[in-house]
C-alpha cells in the first residue's frame, strides 16, 4: 500500500514502534491524518498499523528501518521527498545512550549523532521544498529537556554528553530554521519533553517507578502539548513549563550575551 493513493494529508513519523512515536500515530489517525510509520521493530509497526487501520480507517504505510545507518537513512529521505501530501514530518526517533563519555563505546556515539543529528537535518531537508511549494506544512524534531542541562552538570543528572549534545542541535537547528522559514507557511518546532513513560527510560537502566511522584507524563500529554503548541506558534514547546516567561528569559540573556561578546578587542581577564 502507498500512503499517496489517498486523499487525505500525510504525516511521517520516525520512531513511531513505542512511547512518543506511537502515541503521535494514534493521535494523528484520529485527526484524519494518513500515516508513513519508521522504526526498527518492523512487529511493533504491523500491530500499530493493524490497530490504527481499524480503529480509525485510515491508511498506514509502514516502513522498516534503522535510522542510525546512514544509507538505510537514505531511503526514508527519498521517500519524504517524493510525498506531494506530507503535511507533517516528526523525527522522533532517538535513544540514550547513557554513559560517561570516556567509556561510551565510539559507534554507539556515531550512532547517536546519525540518529538525532544527521537524520533530523536530512529529513528535514527532504520535506521542506514540497511543504514550501504548497505554502503549508510542519515539521516536530522531538529534543529534550535536557537540551538546556549543560550548566547543571553531572552530579545528580546521568551521564548524557552526547545525548544532550545532540538535543541541543535540535533546538538551535531548530529555532534558526524557523527563522528563515517565516513568510512561507511552514512551522518548525523543537518539542522538549521531560520524563516520559516510554521504553526510553528503561533501555538506559531507569527505573520511572523510583521517580520522584508527579514528574513523570504520559506521551498522549506531550502529544498533546506538541500540537497545540504549533497551533500557538511556539517555535519551542516544553509541555511541563507552566510560565513561558522563563523560556524567554533564557532567548533574552542569549541575545544580550551575543551582543555584549561582539567586540574585536579580547576580554581584559585575557589581557597578559
Known amino acids: 500500500m502507498s500512503a499517496d493513493k489517498s486523499n487525505k494529508a500525510h504525516a511521517l513519523i520516525t520512531g513511531a514502534s513505542s512511547g512518543i512515536g506511537?502515541?503521535?500515530?494514534?493521535?494523528?489517525?484520529?485527526d484524519g491524518y494518513d500515516l508513513i510509520i519508521v522504526a526498527r521493530r518492523r512487529d511493533k509497526l504491523d500491530a500499530l498499523a493493524s490497530q490504527l487501520k481499524s480503529k480509525y480507517q485510515t491508511q498506514v504505510e509502514v516502513l522498516t528501518a534503522d535510522l542510525s545507518k546512514p544509507d538505510v537513512m537514505r531511503f526514508v529521505e527519498e521517500r519524504i521527498s517524493e510525498d506531494s501530501a506530507l503535511e507533517l514530518l516528526i523525527n522522533n526517533a532517538g535513544f540514550g545512550g547513557y554513559t560517561p563519555f570516556a567509556e561510551l563505546d565510539p559507534d554507539i556515539a556515531e550512532d547517536l549523532i546519525n540518529l538525532q543529528v544527521l537524520a533530523v537535518t536530512r529529513l528535514t531537508r527532504a520535506a521542506l521544498p514540497g511543504m514550501i511549494?504548497?505554502?503549508?506544512?510542519?515539521?516536530?524534531?522531538?529534543?529534550?529537556?535536557?537540551?538546556?542541562?549543560?550548566?547543571?552538570?553531572?552530579?545528580?543528572?546521568?551521564?548524557?554528553?552526547?545525548?544532550?549534545?545532540?538535543?541541543?542541535f535540535i533546538n538551535t537547528f531548530s529555532q534558526l530554521l524557523q527563522s528563515?522559514?517565516?513568510?512561507?507557511?511552514?512551522?518548525?518546532?523543537?518539542?522538549?519533553?521531560?520524563?516520559?513513560?516510554?521504553?526510553?527510560?528503561?533501555?538506559?537502566?531507569?527505573?520511572?517507578?523510583?521517580?520522584?511522584?508527579?514528574?513523570?507524563?504520559?506521551?498522549a500529554d506531550v502529544v498533546q502539548a506538541s500540537l497545540a503548541a504549533l497551533?500557538?506558534?511556539?517555535?519551542?514547546?516544553?509541555?511541563?513549563?507552566?510560565?513561558?516567561?522563563?523560556?524567554?528569559?533564557?532567548?533574552?540573556?542569549?541575545?544580550?550575551?551575543?551582543?555584549?561578546?561582539?567586540?574585536?578587542?579580547?576580554?581584559?581577564?585575557?589581557?597578559p
Open 231 to 271: 497551533k500557538l506558534g511556539e517555535v519551542i514547546c516544553v509541555p511541563a513549563l507552566e510560565d513561558p516567561a522563563l523560556l524567554n528569559q533564557i532567548q533574552e540573556s542569549q541575545k544580550q550575551f551575543f551582543e555584549s561578546s561582539r567586540s574585536g578587542s579580547l576580554a581584559k581577564r585575557y589581557n
Open 22 to 30: 506511537a502515541a503521535f500515530a494514534e493521535r494523528l489517525a484520529q
Open 180 to 219: 528563515e522559514l517565516e513568510g512561507t507557511g511552514v512551522q518548525v518546532q523543537a518539542l522538549c519533553p521531560g520524563v516520559v513513560e516510554t521504553e526510553f527510560h528503561s533501555h538506559v537502566g531507569a527505573d520511572t517507578s523510583r521517580f520522584p511522584a508527579g514528574i513523570v507524563m504520559k506521551p
Open 133 to 168: 511549494a504548497r505554502g503549508h506544512g510542519s515539521i516536530i524534531n522531538v529534543s529534550s529537556r535536557l537540551a538546556f542541562s549543560g550548566s547543571l552538570g553531572s552530579a545528580q543528572l546521568p551521564k548524557r554528553a552526547t545525548y544532550a549534545g545532540t538535543k541541543a
